[in-house]
């Protein structure tokens, strides 16, 4: 019987697998609902970074029949996302436990990554996860007009999102080098880590939920009725994965377990204060001369709203070439996503059903105040006022959506996008402590973007990493 057993072998699940199993008197289990490729077997289109989003390694979750993709392979939603290594910023731990500030943290960021550039007091050397700033020379000739052009407009150029400054444009830190996306089932459960006697990896295990003895963890079952069993179990399977199992496993709202016959182990509000950011995709056609389109991602402008609370960053506006060319009639395109990161509006994660194979509905309810529609569509006419910049102007034939023509007012609210980065559905303080211990049990732990207590205004997944790293370091004693 494992030690441990780690449900979802992705941004979490396998920065823990690998840092559980250095201790070679710890047994650990980690179940992978998705293949589990080895580190040289990736497919194409999970290690190219051009490629986003495949379906082929997807979970299939929709939310308002839009789909929310997650990755379902070793690695998950770092296997399949746009490679951005953002962290967030100081102000965005302002909403977390006292215990998890900004200079709590930045030693575990330096920690995870290796990278070759920026200031020595920001960024690590050696950790197992390369990241790699973007810079001008290598965008194309239409991203790399975004950066500029959002200078032209008043913008700072930032060099290092990752660094001091973050209020305003420049090319992205990425974690992919020579167009590999780095996802963590490559950096951290590499071919030596995987050969350590301590560690199991099982891929194609759909986890139904945990089995308890009273209040305690003793296991997890599948859904194809095989029951695993430990000592202790960290459920590592996303901001919609966990939630899910814990709702099947009888932790949750006790009113909607009832209503669904399932018996109340622990009657907490999972799945109730789900946060995602809103986008709306604001295309165009290249011109002509400028139909280059690799690397697909990407500049930013990270900045603040006429609505942005103290010194909140609450806008991106983001250019890549995450669209195809054959959408535009020039055959080119880019996209300037625009998206709300710092949403107030909250939303719901439930269970559809008690099978889990369904997949559970999730409702973010964005742009569910008026603020937040008021500084998305602001976000938007940032962009396209950007685009109208005589330095970026020339890169581009036509606005394809929402139209030249068209009020961004009029369109956001009916076509908003999902920007992909899910938090909060059992956040620390609520459903689990500042470890991700879930109150009132024993041997369940929480360790995903689930429970993050307040969405960040940057893309997630460092920060997952981070809090996986943090979290083993903090309860375990290990040195990563």
Do not use: C
């Given at each position: 019987?494992?030690?441990?057993?780690?449900?979802?072998?992705?941004?979490?699940?396998?920065?823990?697998?690998?840092?559980?199993?250095?201790?070679?008197?710890?047994?650990?289990?980690?179940?992978?609902?998705?293949?589990?490729?080895?580190?040289?077997?990736?497919?194409?289109?999970?290690?190219?970074?051009?490629?986003?989003?495949?379906?082929?390694?997807?979970?299939?979750?929709?939310?308002?029949?839009?789909?929310?993709?997650?990755?379902?392979?070793?690695?998950?939603?770092?296997?399949?996302?746009?490679?951005?290594?953002?962290?967030?910023?100081?102000?965005?731990?302002?909403?977390?436990?006292?215990?998890?500030?900004?200079?709590?943290?930045?030693?575990?960021?330096?920690?995870?990554?290796?990278?070759?550039?920026?200031?020595?007091?920001?960024?690590?050397?050696?950790?197992?996860?390369?990241?790699?700033?973007?810079?001008?020379?290598?965008?194309?000739?239409?991203?790399?007009?975004?950066?500029?052009?959002?200078?032209?407009?008043?913008?700072?150029?930032?060099?290092?999102?990752?660094?001091?400054?973050?209020?305003?444009?420049?090319?992205?830190?990425?974690?992919?080098?020579?167009?590999?996306?780095?996802?963590?089932?490559?950096?951290?459960?590499?071919?030596?880590?995987?050969?350590?006697?301590?560690?199991?990896?099982?891929?194609?295990?759909?986890?139904?939920?945990?089995?308890?003895?009273?209040?305690?963890?003793?296991?997890?079952?599948?859904?194809?009725?095989?029951?695993?069993?430990?000592?202790?179990?960290?459920?590592?399977?996303?901001?919609?994965g966990s939630p899910a199992i814990l709702l099947r496993s009888g932790v949750g709202p006790a009113g909607d377990l009832a209503a669904l016959g399932i018996d109340v182990v622990a009657d907490l509000p999972v799945g109730q204060r789900l946060q995602d950011q809103p986008g709306y995709y604001n295309a165009y056609a290249l011109a002509s001369s400028h139909l280059e389109m690799s690397p697909a991602v990407g500049s930013l402008l990270w900045t603040a709203s006429s609505e942005a609370i103290g010194d909140e960053l609450d806008l991106h506006v983001t250019a890549t070439h995450l669209m195809p060319g054959s959408a535009s009639p020039t055959g080119g395109a880019i996209v300037l996503m625009a998206a709300l990161v710092r949403p107030e509006s909250t939303g719901t994660l439930r269970l559809a059903s008690r099978d889990p194979e369904a997949a559970p509905v999730i409702d973010p309810n964005y742009l569910g105040s008026e603020r937040d529609l008021r500084r998305m569509v602001e976000g938007v006419e940032l962009g396209r006022a950007i685009a109208r910049n005589p330095v970026f102007a020339p890169f581009v034939a036509a606005e394809l959506a929402p139209g030249p023509d068209d009020s961004a007012a009029e369109v956001v609210a009916a076509n908003v996008a999902v920007y992909g980065h899910p938090t909060s559905t059992a956040p620390m303080g609520d459903v689990v402590d500042s470890l991700g211990a879930v109150h009132g049990l024993s041997g369940l732990r929480v360790v995903d973007a689930a429970i993050i207590p307040v969405i960040p205004s940057s893309t997630t997944n460092v920060t997952v990493i981070m809090l996986a790293e943090r979290i083993y370091q903090r309860v375990y004693g290990g040195r990563s």
């Open positions: 019987m494992p030690d441990v057993i780690i449900v979802g072998g992705g941004s979490a699940g396998a920065v823990l697998a690998a840092r559980l199993s250095q201790d070679p008197a710890r047994t650990v289990l980690l179940l992978e609902a998705g293949p589990a490729y080895a580190p040289d077997a990736y497919p194409k289109s999970i290690v190219d970074a051009d490629v986003v989003a495949d379906p082929a390694h997807d979970w299939g979750y929709t939310t308002r029949g839009t789909p929310t993709p997650r990755g379902k392979v070793l690695g998950g939603s770092s296997a399949v996302n746009a490679g951005v290594a953002l962290r967030a910023r100081a102000a965005d731990f302002a909403g977390w436990p006292a215990d998890w500030s900004f200079d709590d943290v930045l030693p575990t960021y330096k920690l995870l990554e290796n990278t070759p550039t920026g200031d020595d007091a920001f960024h690590g050397r050696g950790g197992p996860l390369s990241i790699r700033q973007r810079t001008l020379e290598e965008l194309t000739p239409s991203l790399r007009a975004f950066v500029e052009a959002s200078v032209a407009h008043g913008f700072k150029r930032v060099h290092d999102f990752n660094g001091a400054e973050q209020n305003g444009a420049d090319g992205y830190p990425m974690d992919a080098v020579d167009g590999i996306r780095q996802n963590t089932g490559l950096a951290y459960l590499t071919a030596e880590v995987r050969s350590r006697a301590s560690l199991t990896i099982v891929g194609g295990v759909n986890v139904d939920r945990v089995l308890f003895s009273g209040t305690t963890a003793v296991g997890v079952i599948a859904a194809d009725g095989t029951e695993y069993r430990g000592s202790e179990v960290i459920l590592a399977g996303g901001a919609y």
